[in-house]
């Protein structure tokens, strides 16, 4: 879990917030203001990087995918050191005892344990070897 404050994610909120309102008003836009709202969405598709959004994603996926506590832990640390490159400042990580008691608002966290070898395999009745294997957590690890 990530927690966010300070004076630059603000900012952000608030651009996020200016950013829909200008959204908004497009349908009620007069053709005078049509310049100024072309320069506004000209600003912010400067600022949108798909290339990046998509390396972003596919760096968490490497570590998000496998499912396990440590594996969640590195995307933890990968997600701070990215929001920190990106100007934020007072990111802490926190962490939830995995006890099956503690209680967040009304999500009970479940008890912690990690997969280290799973298989999930037909052994009756007796079907061709390269069907028998449904699951395998090496290959695919959720």
Do not use: C
Not at 92 to 120: C, H, N, R, Y
Request: zero cysteines; hydrophobic letters at 45%.
């Amino acid at each position: 879990m990530v927690r966010i404050d300070g004076v630059t994610f603000a900012r952000r909120a608030i651009l996020l917030f200016v950013v829909t309102a200008a959204s908004l008003a497009v349908g009620n836009a007069q053709p005078s203001s049509g310049a100024r709202l072309d320069a506004l969405i000209e600003t912010i598709r400067a600022e949108v990087h798909p290339q990046d959004a998509m390396e972003r994603m596919r760096r968490i996926y490497s570590t998000d995918r496998w499912f396990t506590f440590s594996k969640f832990q590195q995307t933890a640390e990968y997600l701070k050191s990215a929001l920190t490159d990106m100007g934020l400042d007072h990111i802490e990580s926190l962490s939830a005892p995995a006890d099956g008691i503690s209680q967040f608002g009304f999500w009970t966290e479940p008890m912690a344990w990690d997969v280290k070898q799973a298989k999930l395999e037909i052994i009756e009745p007796a079907v061709a070897a390269d069907q028998a294997v449904l699951a395998d957590f090496e290959k695919v690890p959720t």
